[in-house]
């Protein structure tokens, strides 16, 4: 009787094995629009969408079938007369590899992670032609819109980010000096 149990349990967790690569497959559609700076369409521009799968190319508009993987995927477009735009597509998390690891365990997820079947990327992307240090995100994606890039900051931006330390710190009497209680600040 053991055994049979034994066989069982061994049948249904090869079966849940690879529960994203089921669910998910390792492709994922994503379409690709290009604009000009001052968000006219701009059509006809080629992009090559690069990752550790290897390179798909889409003409603008349009949508292409990516290899998901766990790897960001790099972009690039180009169109005589226009300048290049080019960002990075952030690789995410699907949640199917949570289940897989609750209910199939390790291997399923062992499985996911190397055919890339437990990541996504954003479904849709809109790149800005002269815009080099595009960001996009899948926690920025909204159904029916294309994920907008999360521009890095600039050096100023960062400037502004960090508090400033000032040079001089004001002295606040609180270091007792011999003989003396040290002073508490009141509001």
Known sequence: MRLIIYAALVAVSL??????????????????????????????ATCNLTNDSGTVSVTTPGSVLVHRSSSDLHVECKKVGEPSAAGTVTSRVAGSLFGNILIGGGIGAIVDHSNGSAY?????????????????????????????????PTGAERKEAVAPVPAEVPAINSVPTEGKKAATPTS
């Open 120 to 152: 996504n990327y954003p479904e849709w992307i809109r790149l800005v032609m002269g815009d080099s240090e595009a960001v996009f995100d899948r926690k920025d994606f909204v159904a029916g819109a294309p994920t907008l890039s999360r521009k890095p």
């Open 15 to 44: 079966q849940l094995v690879g529960c994203a690569s089921v669910s998910n497959g390792t492709t994922g559609s994503m379409r690709v629009e290009t604009v000009s700076a001052a968000g006219q369409a701009v059509e006809g």
